[in-house]
């Protein structure tokens, strides 16, 4: 009997938000995610929100939002940029996003890891 192997994906599923859809950004998000596939589990997604606005009063202001579902694990980022050129802003604020759950993931695996000790 042949054993089948299931290597699992992390669905991707991006909005965009008072902008232009963007290759550019879908690959930077895939890439992005890329680094998360050892983590992944069937079932898991990841929801990108990217939302450009205009303020009078603020100019362009972007904001990213990240929701990563992985079962037993459900992780919420948001980071706004200010002012500026809209697509270098959107690009850093997604980058920094990415950084900030990849904190969140090590923190919360941290404090597992530090429960389980205690409690051995």
């Known amino acids: 009997m042949k054993k089948t192997t299931f290597d699992p994906e992390i669905a ?4 965009f938000r008072h902008m232009q859809k963007s290759n ?7 890439q992005q995610l890329d680094a998360f596939e050892p983590l992944a589990r069937q079932g ?5 929100v990217l939302d450009q ?3 009078s009063q603020h100019g362009t202001i972007c904001q990213v939002t990240l929701r990563l579902y ?4 459900r992780l919420y980022v948001t980071h706004t940029y200010g ?3 809209s697509k270098e802003l959107i690009i850093s604020a997604l ?5 900030d759950l990849r904190r969140q993931i090590i923190k919360t695996r941290t404090k597992r890891y530090n429960r389980r000790k205690i409690a051995a």
């Open 12 to 15: 991707l599923e991006i909005q």
């Open 24 to 30: 550019q950004l879908r690959m930077i998000c895939q």
């Open 44 to 48: 898991s997604h990841c929801a990108v």
């Open 53 to 55: 606005s205009q303020s």
């Open 70 to 73: 992985i079962p037993s694990q």
């Open 83 to 85: 002012p500026g050129n």
């Open 95 to 99: 980058n920094v996003a990415f950084n």
